[in-house]
C-alpha cells in the first residue's frame, strides 16, 4: 500500500571468514567421521558373544567378510565419485553419501541375519566410497593454500575421533546383556548420517566448481565469505581470477581418464601408491581387529575393548601435531619417519607375541600404540591430502577416485585376510606388515619429490 514503509527487520547473522572456513572443515569431517566410527565398530562388536551366538559362532572367514564387504561397496562408488562429483557438485555428492551411508547403517541395525548384514555393509560401503571421495576434494578447493595441509589434517583427526567414539561405544555396550549390546553401535551409524546429510544441504558449494561449471557470481560469493563477506575484497578478487583463469586454460580440455592418465601419469600413481601402502602398512590390522590382537597377546573378553579404547584416545592425540607440523617440515619428512617408527613397532609385536612371555600382554598394548601414534601424525593423514594437491582441477574428481579406490580395494584386501592370516601365520603377520612400512620407506625415499606437491 502507498504510504507504507517496509519494516526495517535485521538479517541473521550468516558466518564468513575463518569463522566459516573453520565450519565448514568440522561439519565436513562428519564425513570422515563416519567412515572412521564405521571401520571401529565392527571390531568391538565381533569378539561380542551376543553377537557371535546370534550368527551362531561365524568363522574366520565369515568375519572378515563382514568385516572387509563394506570395502567393496566403497571401492565402487568411488570409481563412480569422479564422475558424479563432477556432475552434481561437492555438496550434492556430499547429501547422496550420507543418505545411502543411513540406509545401511539402518539394514545392519535390523539385520536378521549373515547375509543381510553383508548387504547392509555393502550399502553403507557405497555411502563411504562417495563420502572418502568428495570431502577431501571439498575441503581442498574451500581451503586457501597456505592452511590446506592443516585442515587435511584436521579432517582426519575427524576420522580418528569416528573411530575412537565407535570402540568406546563397543565397550560400554558391551555391558549390555542382550543383542542391543551390538544394534545399538550399529544405529549410531544412522544418526551421525542423518545429522550429515541434513547439514549438507546449508553448506555451501565449492566455488571451483561452481566457476568450472559457468556459476561465476555464485562462486565469487562462496569466495567473498570465505574472505570475509566483502566482495570487493582484494584477496578474494585475485583468488577468483585464479581459477578463472585455469577454468579458461582448460576449457574444450578433454577431461577423460585416458587423458589424465597420458598427462598425468606420475601424479595419478604417486595418489594411489600413497593409498595403498596407507593400507599396507597394517592399520586396518589394528583399526578392524585390534581386540583380536590383544586378545591373542593376552587380555580376553572386555579387557581386549578396553585396551583398544585406550589406544584409541592416543590415537587421537598423535593426529594433533600435523595440525601444525605438515606445512612446516613438508609431507616428505614426515613420511619418512612415520615409516620408520611403525616398522620398528610391527616388528616388536610379532617378536613379543612369539616370545609368549609374562610382559607380552602389555608390551604388546605398548608396541601398538606407538605404531598407531606413528600411523596417526604421518601415513594416517597424508594420503588424503595428497591427491587433491598434485591432480589440477580438470582431473582433480577423476585422479582423487583412483586413489579413493585403491584405498578401498587394498582396504578390503587387509580386512578379508587378517583373521584368516592370524590363525595361520600367528605373530608373523605383523613383522609382515612392518616389511611393507620399510618398502613405503624405500618408495618415498627415491620416488618421491616435494617439489611435486605444487597447490593447484
Known amino acids: 500500500m502507498v504510504g507504507l514503509s517496509r519494516p526495517n527487520i535485521p538479517r541473521p547473522p550468516r558466518l564468513v571468514g575463518q569463522s566459516l572456513l573453520y565450519a565448514i572443515s568440522i561439519f565436513a569431517s562428519l564425513g570422515v567421521f563416519l567412515f572412521g566410527y564405521d571401520q571401529g565398530v565392527m571390531s568391538g ?71 543381510s548384514m553383508i548387504v547392509g555393509r555393502i550399502v553403507s560401503g557405497f555411502g563411504v566410497g562417495l563420502l572418502s571421495t568428495i570431502v577431501p576434494i571439498y575441503q581442498s578447493e574451500i581451503s586457501p593454500p597456505n592452511h590446506r595441509g592443516a585442515l587435511a589434517c584436521m579432517e582426519f583427526t575427524g576420522n580418528i575421533v569416528g573411530y575412537a567414539f565407535s570402540v568406546w561405544t563397543d565397550y560400554f555396550c558391551s555391558f549390555i546383556d542382550s543383542d542391543y549390546s551390538w544394534r545399538i553401535p550399529l544405529f549410531l551409524q544412522c544418526v551421525i548420517g542423518g545429522i550429515l546429510a541434513g547439514g549438507s544441504l546449508v553448506m555451501p558449494e565449492s ?21 570475509g563477506g566483502d566482495p570487493d575484497d582484494p584477496k578474494a578478487l585475485a583468488e577468483y581470477q585464479e581459477i578463472k583463469d585455469k ?11 585416458t587423458t589424465m592418465w597420458r ?24 583399526s578392524y581387529y585390534a581386540p583380536r590382537v590383544f586378545e591373542s597377546a593376552g587380555w580376553l ?7 583398544t579404547g585406550i589406544n584409541a584416545i592416543i590415537y587421537i592425540l598423535s593426529t594433533l601435531p600435523p595440525w601444525y607440523l605438515v606445512d612446516r617440515w613438508g609431507r616428505r619428512a614426515i613420511l619418512l619417519s612415520g615409516a620408520v617408527i611403525m616398522a620398528a613397532a ?49 582431473f582433480r574428481a577423476k585422479g582423487v577416485s583412483l586413489s579413493t579406490a585403491t584405498n578401498w580395494a587394498f582396504n578390503f584386501l587387509v580386512g578379508e585376510v587378517t583373521p584368516i592370516l592370524q590363525e595361520v601365520i600367528k605373530w608373523r603377520l605383523y613383522p609382515m606388515h612392518g616389511f611393507f612400512c620399510v618398502c613405503s620407506f624405500v618408495l618415498v625415499y627415491f620416488r618421491e619429490s616435494s617439489s611435486l606437491l605444487l597447490r593447484y
Open 45 to 115: 562388536i565381533i569378539t561380542g558373544p551376543h553377537f557371535r551366538k546370534y550368527f551362531e559362532e561365524p568363522d574366520a572367514l565369515q568375519v572378515g567378510t563382514m568385516v572387509a564387504v563394506l570395502e567393496v561397496g566403497a571401492f565402487i562408488t568411488s570409481v563412480a565419485a569422479g564422475r558424479v562429483g563432477d556432475l552434481v557438485g561437492r555438496k550434492g555428492t556430499l547429501f547422496i553419501g550420507a543418505v545411502i551411508f543411513t540406509i545401511g547403517g539402518a539394514i545392519q541395525t535390523l539385520t536378521i541375519g549373515y547375509y
Open 207 to 227: 566455488p571451483r566448481w561452481l566457476i568450472d561449471t559457468g556459476k561465476d557470481a555464485a562462486g565469487m560469493q562462496v569466495i567473498a565469505d570465505l574472505h
Open 247 to 257: 577454468v579458461v586454460e582448460e576449457a574444450g580440455e578433454d577431461r577423460s581418464y
Open 263 to 286: 598427462k598425468y601419469q606420475r601424479r595419478v600413481l604417486l595418489a594411489m601408491s600413497s593409498q595403498a601402502f596407507a593400507q599396507l602398512n597394517g592399520i586396518n590390522v589394528i
Open 301 to 307: 573378553g572386555r579387557d581386549a575393548i578396553l585396551m
Open 346 to 394: 610391527l616388528v616388536a609385536t610379532g617378536w613379543f607375541m612369539y616370545l609368549d612371555i609374562k610382559q607380552t600382554p602389555k608390551a604388546v598394548v605398548m608396541c601398538v600404540i606407538i605404531y598407531n601414534a606413528a600411523f596417526g601424525y604421518s601415513w594416517g593423514p597424508l594420503p588424503w591430502l595428497y591427491p587433491p594437491e598434485i591432480m589440477p582441477l580438470a
